[in-house]
Each structure stands twice: as structure tokens, then as C-alpha cells.
């Protein structure tokens, strides 16, 4: 039984093959077109998928997309009811995506894959495909189930409950109140954009003090105690398909917006260290009553939606103990949908029996196109770039003592990973331990704010020695504190008050022993490493351990601001050579910088990316 899923004409299209429950590729169509965040229907994607498969167009059985045009269609009526005469800003915004595009969606496929009457065409619900994307690959036989996001259909968070091939949704909290939607009216109010800018938000958060807290609890939000909650929409205007936020929402917070790219003051330190106090405090809420009321002796809890993303809740949610096992779906946005959407109708509609696997069944998100080193060197001799081709061991070796050099290193190898982390495939790696490797990378290879932190990548089994987790996190996921007695003497409010707010100074304090990963109030993104799941990956770092004594390394996506991941040999070498990289790595074909011959480009390319 061969499922094709797709998401699309939202934001972050993606395609997912599933055959007899056994996920062959999944890709977002943003890495093939290099637009970020592409959100048209995933010609690519689903060409990678069959190609993957090797199977043609007319062997698909059935294709499900990932949302229910026709509630969302309903939702959209209510909304412009809602909104009374104040609605051309609503039809003209979704007229050509909900009435030209989404109800026709079928068509689309149609046009896509060809006309086949044998094949069905369905659609899934929206919190649905997530949900079935948390709990179909997970290492569980039973489960509770929750979804948070900005909105699907008219759901913004579900719970649920998975039981082998049945999963039901239990509860569900409706449009316009949404914690995703909340969280994205902070993000756009300080500066950042919406769907793309909210780890910068969530990053941020560290520097400030949550002096807000009240605030939005009295005037923005009421929250119950099983973590339910109602906005007040006298300060949103998201509803009418305009800014996410108002004046009213303006004067509650001291003046308007933060304007894109300006100095970031301590004002969006503070709403952005509140937002994500009020936004952990629900999901706590939220998971305690999912446990209470459906957890019984039920232990494991999986988790989806945009908002399962944040990655500093899911830490404190991990500590909290209120479940003893959690498993979050790595592209837990909408690309995931595409994945769930087709798991969902494999194991409901089809009758397709699953199997559990004792990790998960997501094969370390590893679900993309891949490249073998002598594809690589035609590619490299054709282009007259020059290489030196290792074997692994001298290769791993090589990687190490580049790493210990100081040197920052793309690294290109294996399937791509599905969903927003790199890791470790299309990856640049540093030297975790370089108390300039933060500033470095931010400035001058991924063009983006200094304040931003980077996650580390460490041995799975060392993982204890460096960070306040135990068990493991292998898709860069958890955020836990950097052990204490490796951490320095920091004190982020003198330091705020010394350098005037100027962050690039506060970024250049050591904070550790690893401080390329430490943020700035001590905390990691941490990535746990094991030879099962990635043995290049690995081999990597056990050089570098045997090297320095040192298992982590600096681990940030393969990309600069505003580029989608790498996808392809040609897409690395070309950010490679855009950037102030020092080594790229190709499967077993190592490039140095100062080997290759001169590149020339337009510089608009750095302003666009800058731009976003």
C-alpha cells in the first residue's frame, strides 16, 4: 500500500512516502526550489519521493493531503461573519489560496500526478496529521497525544490518545485562541518575522527578565487551570487578516513594534523572557490535565504542531516528570502534516498493521536525498574544483584536527534530514570549546544576530558529563543546562548594564568550557549522537574526543540567513564559497577554501538574505 502525504499552500509544503507503514522519504519542497518557507503545492518533493521509492507516478495508491479545505473554508466564513463590515482585508488576503487553490486541491494532484481513477484522493484533518505524526513513529504502543499550533481547520490544540493503530482526538481548543498565535504576536511585535522568526524570539528570551508575566495574564489571556485558556481579541488583529497585533496591544507594551533589523532594547528582552514564561506555564497545564484525565497508567506522551518546536518548554516539560517518556515528531510543523497525513490513512483507512521499533520508526529523520562520493566527484571534476578524496578513517581523522584547528567546516553527508534541524548531514560544525566561535559563526557565516546561540552535538553516551540530561535527544529538541562545574562566573544583567545592551559584546563572555554552545543563561540545545543512528556523524566526533579529550561540537544548519538547508553537492559548495567557511566536506571529499579558484557573484544575494 503505497501513501503519498502532502502539505502545502499554508507554509513549509512538503511530500511524505509511506509504504505498508514504512516511511521510505519524506522532504520539504523549500530545499529543491530554495525558496524559504515554500508553501506551493511539492512538485519536488514528491518527485524526490517516487524517485526515492523507484516507483512511478500511477503506482500510487492513494494521496492524502494533510488539512481539511473544506473547515477551513468554514472558518474563514465565520471569521469574515465575525469581523462584520471590517472584512476586505480577510477575502482579498485568502481569496486566491482558499477559493482559487485549497478547495481545488484534488485538481492540483491531478495535474501533479496525472488523472488515475484507481487512485484515491483524501484529505486528513489537520491537528489529526499531526497527531498521527507524533505517535505513529514513535517507540510507543500507547500514548497520550497533544498538538499545539497557530491554527488548523479551527483547532489550535488537540489532546488525544494513540493506542497501536487507533488514534482518537479527546479534547480540542478552537480559533482565534491559539497559544502558536500568541506566541507569533510577541515575535512579530519585537521585530521578527512570523513562522521563521520565532527560535530568534525564543533565543532571546535568556537575556531579559519576564517583568511582563502579569501583563499578559490580566489583559491578554486568561488560563484555567487544565490549561485551557481564552485570548482577549480587543488587542490582536490577526482575526481580520491583518498585523498579529493592534495599537491597544502597542500601548500595553510601552509604544509600537520593534521595527526589522533595528537595535534590539531591553524592552524585547523582557516581552520575549515573559512570553515564554506564560507559554511554558500552559503547555505544563496542558500536559498535567492530559495525564490526569487520560494518562492513567499510560506513561508516554508525544507531542506535534508548530509550538512543539520550543524546544525550552519541551526541557522543562522533560524535567517536569508529569510523564515519564517523551517522544516529539522532529518536523513537528506543517511539513510533518505530510507525514502524518499518510500514516494516518495507512494504519485508519487502509488496515495496514503497524510495527513499534524500539528507537522510533522516523530513522533519525534521515528521509532526504542523498549523494554517493562518486556522484560527488564527477560533480567536483566537472566544475574543475579541487578535492582530496579519504578513505573513512583518515577521513574522520582529517575532519578532527580541522575542527581542533579552529577551522569551521560544512558538512555534507548522507540523506538530508527532514524537518528544521540539521543534524549532522547538512550541518557546519566548529570547535564548541572557541570563546569566538559564537560571534564567527553568527557574523560571518550565517549573517545573522549575535545573540542567537548554536546547539552542541555530543557523543550519546557522554552526554551526562557535559549537560544536566539524562537519556537522549537525537533530534536537537530538549534544552538542558551546560553541568555547573564547567560553568563560568557570568552575570548577564551587569554585563547588559556595562555594554548598553550592545549583545556582541555580551556573546564574546565566557560562559564555560564549551562556550560556543552555552547560551546565556547556561542552557543548550543539545543533540545526542550515536553510532546506530549516524556512524559519520559520530566517527566525527570520536576523532575529535580522542583528539582534545572533548565530545562536543558546535552543530547549526548548513544554510545562511534566509536560505533554506542545503540540499545538493551544488547548493553546499555554493554557500561555501559565499561564506567565510574555511572547509566543505562532501561525503569523503574534502575541500579547502584556499584551494579553489575565484568566486564571483552579484552581492545583492548577502542583502536579501540579510533582509529577511
Known amino acids: 500500500m503505497k501513501v503519498l502525504g502532502i502539505s502545502a499552500l499554508y507554509h513549509d ?18 530545499r529543491f526550489t530554495r525558496i524559504k518557507h515554500d508553501m506551493s503545492m511539492p512538485v519536488h518533493a514528491i518527485e524526490y519521493c517516487l524517485k526515492e521509492a523507484k516507483i512511478e507516478k500511477q503506482d500510487i495508491d ?44 484534488h485538481k492540483l494532484i491531478d495535474g501533479i500526478l496525472g488523472v488515475n481513477p484507481n487512485r484515491k484522493c483524501m484529505v486528513c484533518e489537520h491537528h489529526v496529521s499531526h497527531a498521527a505524526s507524533a505517535f505513529y513513529p514513535s517507540p510507543f504502543e500507547e500514548a497520550v497525544v497533544l498538538t499545539i499550533d497557530g491554527v488548523g481547520e479551527w483547532a489550535t490544540t488537540t489532546i488525544g490518545i494513540g493506542r497501536g493503530e487507533e488514534l482518537m482526538i479527546k479534547e480540542e481548543l478552537q480559533f482565534p485562541h491559539s497559544l502558536g498565535l500568541l506566541y507569533s504576536a510577541f515575535t512579530y511585535f519585537c521585530g521578527f518575522k512570523v513562522n521563521s522568526g520565532d527560535y530568534k524570539f525564543m533565543g532571546l528570551a535568556p537575556y531579559g527578565k519576564p517583568i511582563y508575566e502579569d501583563t499578559i495574564k490580566e489583559h491578554l489571556l486568561d488560563i484555567k487551570e487544565d ?11 490577526y482575526q481580520y487578516g ?15 513594534p520593534r521595527k526589522p533589523e533595528s537595535l534590539i532594547t531591553r524592552r524585547e528582552m523582557d516581552i520575549a523572557a515573559s512570553a515564554q514564561k506564560v507559554t511554558e506555564e500552559i503547555i505544563l497545564k496542558l500536559a498535567a490535565h492530559a495525564k490526569e484525565t487520560y494518562g492513567g497508567s499510560v506513561d508516554n506522551l508525544v507531542l506535534a504542531g508548530g509550538v512543539a518546536l520550543n524546544c525550552v518548554a519541551n526541557g522543562k516539560l522533560k524535567s517536569s516528570g508529569i510523564f515519564k517518556n517523551i517522544w516529539i515528531q522532529p518536523a513537528a510543523g506543517d511539513a510533518g502534516g505530510s507525514l502524518g497525513a499518510a500514516l494516518y490513512v495507512t494504519y485508519q483507512y487502509a488496515g495496514i498493521k503497524r510495527t513499534i521499533c524500539e528507537k522510533d520508526s522516523q530513522k533519525g529523520s534521515y528521509l532526504g536525498p542523498d549523494f554517493t562520493t562518486d556522484e560527488i566527484e564527477r560533480y567536483l571534476n566537472e566544475s574543475k574544483y579541487r578535492y582530496h578524496r579519504f ?23 548522507g540523506k538530508m534530514e527532514f524537518g528544521p534541524r540539521a543534524l549532522g548531514n547538512r550541518s557546519i560544525i566548529a570547535d564548541a570549546r572557541s570563546e569566538k566561535m559564537q560571534e564567527k559563526l553568527n557574523l560571518k557565516i550565517k549573517f ?48 547588559l548594564e556595562q555594554y548598553h545592551e550592545n549583545m556582541l559584546e555580551i556573546v564574546k ?5 564549551i562556550p560556543a554552545v552555552t547560551h546565556v543563561d547556561y542552557s543548550a540545545r543539545v543533540q545526542t549522537v550515536s553510532g546506530e543512528d ?12 580522542k583528539l582534545t579529550g572533548c565530545s562536543v561540537i558546535v552543530n547549526t544548519s548548513f544554510n545562511v540567513r534566509g536560505e533554506p538547508i542545503v540540499c545538493t553537492p551544488e547548493h553546499a559548495y555554493r554557500c561555501f564559497m559565499r561564506t567565510d567557511m574555511d572547509v566543505l566536506v562532501l561525503e569523503n571529499c574534502i575541500l579547502y577554501k584556499e584551494e579553489q579558484p575565484e568566486w564571483t557573484e552579484s552581492s545583492d544575494w548577502q542583502e536579501q538574505y540579510m533582509l529577511d
Open 391 to 413: 578513505d573513512h578513517e583518515e577521513h574522520y581523522v582529517t575532519i578532527a584536527k580541522d575542527l581542533a584547528a579552529g577551522k569551521v567546516i560544512g558538512l555534507f553527508q
Open 534 to 545: 549516524n556512524p559519520y556523524f559520530y566517527g566525527v566526533i570520536k576523532e575529535f574526543k
Open 242 to 256: 491583518r498585523a498579529m497585533t493592534n495599537e491597544k496591544f502597542a500601548e500595553l507594551f510601552g509604544g509600537p
Open 227 to 237: 490549561g485551557s485558556f481564552r485570548l482577549n481579541m480587543d488587542y490582536f488583529d
Open 509 to 513: 563572555q565566557k560562559r564555560s568550557d
Open 62 to 105: 492513494i494521496v492524502v493531503f494533510y488539512d481539511n479545505p473544506l473547515y477551513t473554508l468554514d472558518r474563514m466564513l465565520e471569521n469574515i461573519l465575525y469581523a462584520d463590515g471590517d472584512t476586505n482585508d480577510i477575502v482579498n488576503r485568502s481569496f486566491d489560496q482558499m477559493f482559487a487553490k485549497r478547495i481545488w486541491v
Open 448 to 495: 545573522r544576530e549575535s545573540f542567537r546561540p548554536f546547539a552542541p552535538a555530543v557523543l550519546e553516551e557522554d552526554v551526562s558529563d557535559y549537560f544536566e540530561l539524562n537519556g537522549k535527544s537525537p533530534y536537537m529538541l530538549l534544552v538542558a543546562n551546560v553541568k555547573k562545574d564547567r560553568c563560568s562566573r557570568f552575570d548577564l544583567q551587569e554585563d
Open 13 to 30: 509544503a512538503a511530500a511524505s512516502l509511506v509504504i505498508d507503514g514504512n516511511i521510505v522519504a519524506a522532504a520539504q519542497e523549500e
